[in-house]
Structures are given as structure tokens and as C-alpha cells.
Nanobody, 127 residues
């Protein structure tokens, strides 16, 4: 059974930093693309970042580019999202997701692409 568990969320002041973690079990982690998505109250879930299994290819939403950094440790089956220069508009529930890339045309920024999801961790940025 596949499990994804996020941690590291919390309350931080604007300009601060947080590092989110995603512990994955039940699959061959190194073969899976991992994505981070977020959902703010009253808004649709949106793509934040994704990383391919080899860790060499990363993708970011324009709104977080230059502030967030995604990484992974395949030996530990962990993925991370380092968030710097946080803004109040970054407040949301952040969830990690995983998918086995069956084709070269993986739409990494679409939530529907992903097969497995964690429950999420709350990030609140105060102004």
C-alpha cells in the first residue's frame, strides 16, 4: 500500500522560510515523479513544483520560481520543498503527490496526472 506523508508546515512570518518533507512508502521511489501542490481556502488546487526520479529535472510554477526549491533523497524515499521569502499569498495546504512516468509527455503540472497523494500540511504566512 502506498503512503505519502507530509510534514514541516506551520506558521511563519512573511519573509520567513519553511522546509516541507514528504515521506513515501510502498513504491519504488526513485522511479516516480514527485509533485507538490497547494490549495488555499476558496481556491482551486494549484501546481507548485515537481521533480523527476533522477532528481536532475525540476519544474516550478512561475509564482514560486526563485523562492522555492524542490529536492529528493531516493535512499530515504523522501522529497522536500524548501520555501524561502514566504508571502501571505503562499498560505495554503501543501500536498505531495507521486506518479510513475509512463510516457515522455508527462503533464507534471496537472493534478490529474498523479496517482498517489498525501493528506497535506498547513502552511500559514502572516503579514
Amino acid at each position: 500500500q502506498v503512503h505519502l506523508v507530509e510534514s514541516g508546515g506551520g506558521l511563519v512570518q512573511a519573509g520567513g522560510s519553511l522546509r516541507l518533507s514528504c515521506q513515501v512508502s510502498g513504491l519504488t521511489f526513485s522511479r516516480y515523479v514527485v509533485g507538490w501542490f497547494r490549495q488555499a481556502p476558496g481556491k482551486e488546487r494549484e501546481f507548485v513544483s515537481a521533480i523527476r526520479g533522477n532528481g536532475m529535472n525540476t519544474y516550478y510554477a512561475d509564482c514560486v520560481k526563485g523562492r522555492f526549491a524542490i529536492s529528493r533523497d531516493n535512499a530515504l524515499s523522501m522529497a522536500y520543498l524548501r520555501m524561502n521569502s514566504l508571502k501571505p499569498e503562499d498560505t495554503a495546504i501543501y500536498s505531495c503527490a507521486a506518479v510513475f512516468p509512463r510516457s515522455s509527455g508527462l503533464v507534471y503540472y496537472a493534478a490529474s496526472t498523479y496517482d498517489y497523494w498525501g493528506l497535506g500540511t498547513q502552511v500559514t504566512v502572516s503579514s
